[in-house]
């Protein structure tokens, strides 16, 4: 990267590293800008105090703030960690650590690289706290020094709604660390599993939308039991509801899995049912291990992924895409309907084929590198204006 006489320092910041797909991506990119460039300083800073899901190359110095889920705090926090460290940029995931990063970067003077990792208009709510929300992004996102979004169409909804320009932003798919997952997937899964099951990742909270998802497999009235990865505030609700779609002995909760890809590889599909997605992590994890994918057309990453392109027409029905199947967000009929059609063997062979090809177009290596060029790009302007003055 930019070569200069004392070693560079990189900040990464990110609200906490407890399970999420941003939270394993930083851990990626920063294990390999380390790995890649020896002779920086590379530090991970998380602005809350909570338990680590994922594990960080012991090349990434480890710092935990306590701002404790606050924006003002984070900010105050964080402004003190750049006057300490010094860094000489920022990189920093999701939107609170985004806008804390933005303002802070902007008092010390130094370049600042966020991602963006929702679709923020249909991300976020539409009631006071997310209406703020909007209005912060809109006012500090513009002043970031480059952007990155995980899908064409979140690029897209921040150039025409958060006054950011369209060569501010630059489209980087999450990574899939393919051999690493394929390891993983070879062990054997910590927990008792069904005979045979479908599989669904994610936090337990409203905008996954399980509860349309159970709805969905009662009236389905498929075979396979249906096993769900994540934890939060719905659970008791997901429950209650299993319970009395009288599905509660077919529907298992698990909670969080340190190894998921272990539990992935038994299962004889993977489903996701969301109202909005960023770039679905475990669906590509999914189809690295060759499983065949039924999804949402919801905001923003299903539909690139499936149909290999962006752009492609919201579909209104049930659509065999090139890569797996889409149904339109909270049609319980059609997600029934894709269910029963992918339990069928012959679309289960063909659509597992074809998951395992479009996974290699997801590769840890491009998107590292990508990664790298956005960082090279910005410290060499930031070089370059801090010359000229």
Not at 12 to 21: A, M
């Amino acid at each position: 990267m930019v070569g200069e006489a004392r070693a560079r320092r990189i900040l990464f910041i990110i609200n906490s590293l407890e399970g999420g797909g941003a939270e394993r991506v930083m851990c990626l990119v920063a294990a390999a800008v380390a790995e890649a460039e020896k002779h920086w300083g590379v530090t991970l800073a998380t602005l809350d105090q909570t338990r680590d899901s994922y594990a960080l190359s012991e090349r990434v110095t480890r710092i935990r703030l306590n701002a404790g889920g606050s924006l003002l705090w984070s900010m105050i926090a964080l402004r003190r960690l750049l006057r300490l460290e010094r860094p000489d940029i920022i990189v920093s995931f999701l939107t609170r650590a985004n806008c804390a990063a933005i303002a802070c970067s902007r008092f010390i003077g130094i370049p600042c690289v966020i991602s963006e990792r929702v679709h923020t208009t249909s991300h976020l709510s539409s009631d006071q706290g997310g209406r703020l929300k909007k209005i912060l992004i809109r006012c500090l996102y513009p002043y970031a020094d480059r952007i990155v979004a995980v899908s064409q169409g979140i690029r897209d909804d921040l150039v025409e709604h958060y006054g950011v320009i369209a060569t501010q932003v630059v489209t980087i798919h999450n990574p899939v660390d393919a051999e690493k997952i394929r390891r993983a997937a070879s062990t054997a899964p910590s927990v008792d599993l069904p005979r045979d099951f479908i599989v669904a990742v994610g936090r337990l909270v409203p905008n996954k939308n399980f509860s349309m998802l159970l709805r969905s497999y009662a009236a389905a009235n498929i075979s396979s039991s249906l096993v769900i990865l994540g934890e939060g505030t719905e659970r008791s609700k997901l429950e209650a509801l299993a319970s009395e779609l009288g599905v509660s002995d077919k529907v298992h909760l698990l909670g969080f899995a340190t190894n998921p890809h272990a539990i992935l590889a038994r299962a004889r599909f993977y489903v996701s049912p969301s109202s909005a997605e960023g770039f679905p992590n475990a669906m590509i994890e999914a189809m690295c291990i060759g499983l065949p994918i039924v999804s949402t057309d919801c905001e923003t990453g299903p539909s690139e992924i499936l149909h290999g392109r962006p752009g492609a027409p919201k579909v209104t029905k049930l659509t065999r895409a090139k890569f797996g199947i889409l149904v339109p967000p909270g049609d319980e009929r059609a997600m029934g309907a894709a269910l029963q059609t992918m339990s069928d063997p012959r679309n289960h062979r063909q659509f597992a084929a074809l998951a395992r090809k479009r996974a290699h177009d997801f590769s840890l290596d491009k998107s590292i590198m990508e990664y790298r060029a956005v960082i090279d790009t910005s410290l060499s302007r930031s070089h370059a204006w801090q010359t000229a003055r």
